[in-house]
């Protein structure tokens, strides 16, 4: 693997599941920063906002500030402000996520009057009533986007339903698909990653345990790949995937050894 000058990290899977950190990836990312490596933290999940998971990862080992994580809702955020600022959106998500769009002077409303956008993401209370307004709001001309694609998530003891359940629920009702999804693989979330660290795509490494989202993003922006199977992704599934990886590790522990020193 030639001089990589910036890694940008997955956060479920890759360096921890649920509350616990996956053996090894503290002391990997410590080594990595002394070996001269910027660092960027990603996830899809926008189940909290950016300055919790700085906290989380500096309570499990790995410390980090708010700018150095990117969630899908920061960068939907983001470019909901640039393309209709002011937006009233209909979110079928959790309290955290609104908070990330009103900070960019995006406006959630509870989707009885005008919606100007159905905003699908990652929601453990999704219901019926919520899909029955998303489904209303859309009827009357919203336009629907999403946080990520993502079918399920790692926990501790398993996977649950994702934010392309809460997708796949629209579209079976409205035939529709989002316009835009903002996480990963979009080159949206790597842009905003590369333009953090102030490197090109060549001079990075993306990690992360998913082919579909992780790696491919990587491999269309033209970075090196490390796929770890700490997460979801096994052994098996590689051969099958259009989107090989340059690096498979059992798990981020091992990547140090794999990235050149930078003098």
Same mark, same amino acid.
């Given at each position: 693997? !030639?001089?990589?000058?910036?890694?940008?990290?997955?956060?479920?899977?890759?360096?921890?599941?649920?509350?616990?950190?996956?053996?090894?990836?503290?002391?990997?990312?410590?080594?990595?920063?002394?070996?001269?490596?910027?660092?960027?933290?990603? !996830?899809?999940?926008?189940?909290?906002?950016?300055?919790?998971?700085?906290?989380?990862?500096?309570?499990?080992?790995?410390?980090?500030?708010?700018?150095?994580?990117?969630? !899908?809702?920061?960068?939907? #955020?983001?470019?909901?402000?640039?393309?209709?600022?002011?937006?009233?959106?209909?979110?079928?998500?959790?309290?955290?996520?609104?908070?990330?769009?009103?900070? /960019?002077?995006?406006?959630?409303?509870?989707?009885?009057?005008?919606?100007? /956008?159905?905003?699908?993401?990652?929601?453990?209370? /999704?219901?019926?009533?919520?899909?029955?307004t998303a /489904?209303?709001?859309?009827?009357?001309?919203?336009?629907?986007?999403?946080?990520?694609?993502?079918?399920?998530?790692?926990?501790?003891?398993?996977?649950?339903?994702?934010? #392309?359940?809460?997708?796949?629920?629209?579209?079976?009702?409205? +035939?529709?698909?989002?316009?835009?999804?903002?996480?990963?693989?979009?080159?949206?979330?790597?842009?905003a990653g590369?333009?953090?660290?102030?490197?090109?795509?060549?001079?990075?490494?993306?990690?992360?345990?998913?082919?579909?989202?992780?790696?491919?993003?990587?491999?269309?922006?033209?970075?090196?790949?490390?796929?770890?199977?700490? +997460?979801?992704?096994?052994?098996?599934?590689?051969?099958?995937?259009?989107?090989?990886?340059?690096?498979?590790?059992?798990?981020?522990?091992?990547?140090?050894?794999?990235?050149?020193?930078?003098?």
């Open positions: 693997m !030639s001089t990589i000058r910036g890694i940008i990290f997955d956060l479920d899977g890759t360096l921890y599941r649920g509350e616990q950190a996956i053996p090894g990836a503290p002391e990997a990312v410590h080594r990595l920063r002394r070996a001269g490596c910027r660092t960027m933290f990603i !996830s899809n999940k926008p189940l909290q906002t950016r300055e919790h998971y700085a906290a989380k990862l500096t309570r499990l080992g790995i410390p980090a500030e708010p700018a150095d994580v990117l969630t !899908s809702g920061h960068v939907l #955020g983001r470019w909901l402000a640039r393309e209709a600022p002011g937006a009233r959106l209909y979110v079928v998500g959790e309290p955290p996520l609104l908070e990330e769009l009103r900070a /960019f002077g995006l406006h959630p409303t509870d989707g009885r009057g005008a919606v100007d /956008f159905v905003v699908a993401a990652f929601d453990r209370t /999704f219901d019926y009533a919520k899909l029955n /489904f209303q709001a859309l009827r009357r001309g919203a336009r629907l986007v999403a946080t990520n694609g993502d079918r399920t998530c790692p926990v501790e003891d398993g996977e649950i339903p994702d934010a #392309g359940a809460v997708i796949g629920a629209i579209e079976g009702c409205t +035939g529709q698909r989002p316009e835009l999804v903002a996480g990963k693989p979009s080159p949206l979330m790597i842009g590369l333009a953090r660290m102030g490197l090109l795509a060549g001079e990075c490494l993306v990690v992360g345990d998913r082919l579909e989202t992780d790696i491919r993003m990587g491999v269309e922006a033209g970075t090196a790949t490390a796929l770890v199977l700490s +997460g979801v992704t096994r052994r098996e599934d590689i051969a099958a995937s259009p989107w090989q990886p340059d690096l498979v590790l059992e798990s981020v522990a091992g990547l140090p050894e794999h990235v050149p020193r930078n003098t």
